[in-house]
T-cell receptor, first 113, second 117 residues
């Protein structure tokens, strides 16, 4: 049930772009994206719901293709502050009592000057 | 408080010892989640509370793991007879209502790093 993220790691120069993918074998209801810096708490970036919407946070945006059961995170004109590990979290069960996030293994991003 | 608070920040235990990890969620948040994060891995779900009710404990790896939230606020994750494979960062997260299928996000604490020697 764990979503699969790719690539596992990426190294960028400041100003370059990157794409992180998140795929699930199960039908997705929503996808969450979080970024975690070393030794710190994961920090929320954005949520994408069914409907193929695209969202943005600073110069970070994401899309959600529910037919393909995948989401992509786009880092545009990367900044040094974008370094960290990015996790997608997927919600696949709809229960009246609540839902849980299942996280992927993460993508480590290093932005160099 | 301003955010999710976890204590202790670091815990070293000898194999076989019992440990208790505390989570203080954001005031007013109904839902509370515990995750286990091994080195270099993504967080793995352990258990979920809505107020004081433990609605999902499917991720607890064994009966040595026990979590409670008796008054619907502070939660404690207890691990009995710790083993080396229990070494990990234990993350706590809270959300306002737990409706993760909508626009609700998780607020994470910085975690407790448990090392079992």
């Amino acid at each position: 049930q764990q979503p699969v993220q790719s690539p596992q790691a990426v190294i960028l120069r400041e100003g370059e772009d990157a794409v992180i993918n998140c795929s699930s074998s199960k039908a997705l209801y929503s996808v969450h994206w979080y970024r975690q810096k070393h030794g710190e708490a994961p920090v929320f970036l954005m949520i994408l719901l069914k409907g193929g919407e695209q969202k943005g946070h600073e110069k970070i945006s994401a899309s959600f293709n529910e037919k393909k059961q995948q989401s992509s995170l786009y880092l545009t004109a990367s900044q040094l502050s974008y370094s960290g590990t990015y996790f997608c979290g997927t919600v696949i069960l709809i229960k009246a009592a609540g839902n849980k996030l299942t996280f992927g293994g993460g993508t480590r991003v290093l932005v160099k000057p | 408080g301003a955010g999710v608070s976890q204590s202790p920040r670091y815990k070293v235990a000898k194999r076989g010892q019992d440990v208790a990890l505390r989570c203080d969620p954001i005031s007013g948040h109904v839902s509370l989640f515990w995750y286990q994060q091994a080195l270099g891995q993504g967080p793995e779900f352990l258990t979920y509370f809505q107020n004081e009710a433990q609605l999902d404990k499917s991720g607890l790896p064994s009966d040595r793991f026990f979590a409670e939230r008796p008054e619907g606020s502070v939660s404690t994750l207890k691990i009995q007879r710790t083993q080396q494979e229990d070494s990990a960062v234990y993350l706590c997260a809270s959300s306002l209502e737990g409706r993760l299928s909508t626009n609700e996000k998780l607020f994470f604490g910085s975690g407790t790093q448990l090392s079992v020697l």
